[in-house]
């Protein structure tokens, strides 16, 4: 498999979580996103939709949305596996997995950041506070579904989900950002918890082929 | 099943047509978003996230987040499928889901434009262009990724999908705000086919019990 992707990508490290759990090998072909790459036509003919990440299976088919390609590896490598087989647990797993994909990350990647600076001729603080705003009320939701379950070592249960692939870079993102995320117990404890695993550090920006400091 | 929901939420809208397809009745309880009943502390006892729709089941339990709601009710309820049985197809519908979910609909939801207009002092003109400048560029991406799959009757083959129970809501939201659709002929092709069936007639804004003019 080849999995076309940028370091720091939050949905693209989702993916490489994801693999990373399930011990799946994959090439890893960087697509800049800062530097446009993504926009060009050279990827306009690999990704329709000229996002990343973007796995590309041994027989040239081609997933997007890291969501639906966690639970397509999921579907075809079952263990160890990222999505609970009882229909409530599952529901459960994607709704957290959704509060970051849809209603945290959307708001505040690099197209509607550049949208904030370039076409609305925000400062670079009020985009910031723009950013650490969205995280933090986000996050401060996540928090309270978190603590409406059982104790839990991760965001679900005892073993890493879906939920997890999509809070960990999250709080990357935060963390690089400066939002506070202090008074978030479970949260950061599913992070910690998440962040012991080689999975999580094999994954991580800091250990990409194409990161830059 | 209660399902908590507001006419115009396009996420509650696509619960509406998941229930409506699969013939599953529930009491209606409205919640006004524009009135902020969801930020109100009766609210935030029933739901952690503020968010609607959330769908009470029968036993109390309380589901949110559209897409997981949906995959839930397809796992409960198999027929007629939402969600294809086969692992690729599953990876396509819910790819062309998120590309609407995690793409579009986030950025141009009912918080942002407050932000937008109440903290940014941004003018409704510019709030407008930022409307349709999102939808646009997403459904454009999207009928790239539908040209890109065999002729279909909806999005993705010749039963509607969750796929369909995204696009439909994510058009009479662009259609509200004037957005241009043409030169969208796959997209607009499966709405129209969608806007055929009863299920999607029903579950529309104007036929909901909160419906405002």
Request: aromatic letters at 10%.
């Amino acid at each position: 498999m080849k999995l076309y992707n940028y370091f720091r990508s939050s949905a693209s490290f989702r993916v490489r979580i994801a693999l990373a759990i399930k011990g799946l090998p994959y090439e890893y072909l960087p697509v800049h996103l800062a530097k446009g790459e993504h926009r060009q036509a050279a990827y306009g003919d690999i990704a329709a939709d000229g996002l990343v990440p973007l796995l590309e299976l041994d027989d040239g088919t081609r997933l997007s949305q890291s969501m639906a390609i966690i639970e397509y590896l999921d579907d075809i490598h079952p263990e160890p596996a990222l999505v609970p087989r009882d229909a409530l647990a599952r529901a459960r797993v994607r709704a957290l997995a959704q509060s970051i994909a849809c209603e945290i990350h959307p708001i505040n990647n690099l197209r509607v950041l550049k949208y904030l600076s370039g076409t609305l001729k925000l400062d670079e603080d009020t985009r910031n506070t723009w950013y650490r705003h969205w995280v933090r009320s986000g996050l401060e939701a996540f928090e309270r579904q978190l603590a409406q379950q059982p104790a839990s070592h991760f965001c679900y249960g005892d073993t890493p989900t879906l939920a997890d692939c999509c809070l960990v870079p999250q709080i990357f993102n935060g963390q690089r950002f400066n939002t506070p995320l202090d008074g978030l117990p479970r949260t950061m404890a599913a992070f910690d918890a998440c962040m012991a695993l080689p999975a999580f550090q094999q994954a991580q920006p800091s250990a990409c082929p194409d990161f830059e400091a």
